[in-house]
């Protein structure tokens, strides 16, 4: 089997719709000259310092919280008025006409 390279490596590491840090790209095997040529021929947008996205991706919250548990390697969960809202209850949120804070949980500790 050969190896894959560099652009496949990203399509493979970075599917449509999500974000990857800088850091998290290179523990899984691109190297940095891979990441920079990505950068250099538009088919990683820089999103704010050391986070990307691939160039034709448009972006949502839900794919913001797939990319963190990827990185992350762990579950995370949705809670508050999102979770009723993505459930279809937002009719009953009083009050409420949209959410724009979405609250996460995950059963595991976090590492000091």
């Known amino acids: ?23 998290w ?10 990441i920079d040529n990505a950068l250099k021929s538009n088919r990683l947008r ?5 986070v990307y996205t691939r160039m034709e991706s448009p972006l949502s919250w839900q794919s913001i919280i797939c990319s963190l548990q990827l990185m992350a390697d762990h579950t995370i969960y949705v809670g508050g008025l999102s979770a009723l809202n993505q459930q279809g209850f ?9 959410v724009s804070t979405c609250l996460l949980y995950t059963s595991d500790a976090a590492d000091e």
Do not use: C, F, I
């Open 1 to 23: 089997m050969s190896a894959l390279t560099p652009k496949q490596q990203l399509d493979e590491l970075l599917p449509y719709n999500l974000v990857a840090t800088r850091k």
């Open 25 to 34: 790209l290179a523990s899984n095997g691109m190297t940095r000259h891979a």
């Open 46 to 50: 820089p999103l704010a310092v050391g």
């Open 90 to 98: 937002s009719q009953y949120l009083s009050g409420t006409s949209s």
